[in-house]
């Protein structure tokens, strides 16, 4: 995996420490769905979901830039917060900032809904995260996004049975029936409603 190159002392907000190593929970079947042996309420979402269990200790060992930690992405999501600083992500008038990774077919042609795991970011943030991000370093589109919509999650998917067994890693939507068979890592949401805006705005 390429590695990121944020300028010394920038890590982002999302970035997953070495000290941050998630706790080691035995996984069961409970009531039809996947669960923790010894769950916690604070294990799943309002909407059911099991995640990730993982202590949030930032600044505890060293930064590993590929790796996401899943409370603070999914708390960056749900609250507009910038993937990179953890502050309120840019808005204005045309809505709030994010950048993706460009794809090989024109951005232009993109229709209205697409579906990403990328938080969006603040101003200052943004011109370092199209530096150092390796999504982003190669090309990237910047969009002003008016609406979006939690959709579902990308986490690791369990076979069911009685002894569960992870056996895929990839998104799944709140509506799946597979939802009950994952632990999620990372909230994705739908972009309902955008606007390309030229990059050098960035």
Same mark, same amino acid.
């Given at each position: 995996m390429t590695q990121a190159t944020f300028p010394k002392g920038t890590v982002p907000y999302i970035t997953q420490w070495t000290g941050e190593a998630p706790a080691k929970v035995r996984v069961v079947v409970r009531r039809g769905r996947l669960a923790y042996a010894d769950e916690r309420s604070f294990d799943r979402d309002p909407r059911g979901v099991l995640w990730r269990r993982i202590p949030?200790?930032?600044?505890?060992?060293? +930064?590993?830039?590929? !790796? @996401?930690?899943?409370?603070?992405?999914?708390? !960056?999501?749900?609250? @507009?917060?910038?993937? =990179?600083?953890?502050?309120p992500a840019d808005c204005d008038e045309r809505g709030v900032l994010w950048l993706l990774g460009e794809a090989e077919d024109d951005p232009d042609s993109w229709p209205q809904g697409l579906e990403t795991p990328h938080p969006p970011v603040c101003r200052?943030?943004? $011109?370092?995260? $199209?530096? %150092?991000? +390796?999504?982003? /370093? /190669?090309?990237? @589109?910047?969009? /002003? *996004? #008016?609406?979006?919509?939690? @959709?579902? =999650?990308? &986490?690791?998917?369990?076979?069911?049975?009685?002894?569960? *067994?992870?056996?895929? %890693? #990839? &998104?799944?939507?709140?509506?799946? +029936? !597979?939802?009950?068979?994952?632990? !999620?890592?990372?909230?994705?949401?739908r972009l309902d409603r955008f606007t390309l805006i030229d990059p050098t705005e960035v």
């Open positions: 949030s200790t930032p600044g505890k060992g060293k +930064p590993d830039f590929g !790796a @996401v930690h899943a409370l603070r992405q999914r708390l !960056a999501m749900a609250n @507009v917060l910038c993937q =990179v600083c953890g502050k200052p943030c943004a $011109t370092v995260a $199209t530096k %150092a991000c +390796p999504h982003l /370093r /190669r090309r990237y @589109v910047a969009l /002003r *996004v #008016r609406r979006w919509t939690p @959709v579902g =999650v990308h &986490g690791a998917l369990y076979r069911p049975s009685e002894q569960p *067994v992870a056996v895929d %890693a #990839r &998104g799944i939507p709140f509506d799946s +029936p !597979a939802i009950r068979w994952t632990i !999620a890592g990372q909230l994705i949401v």
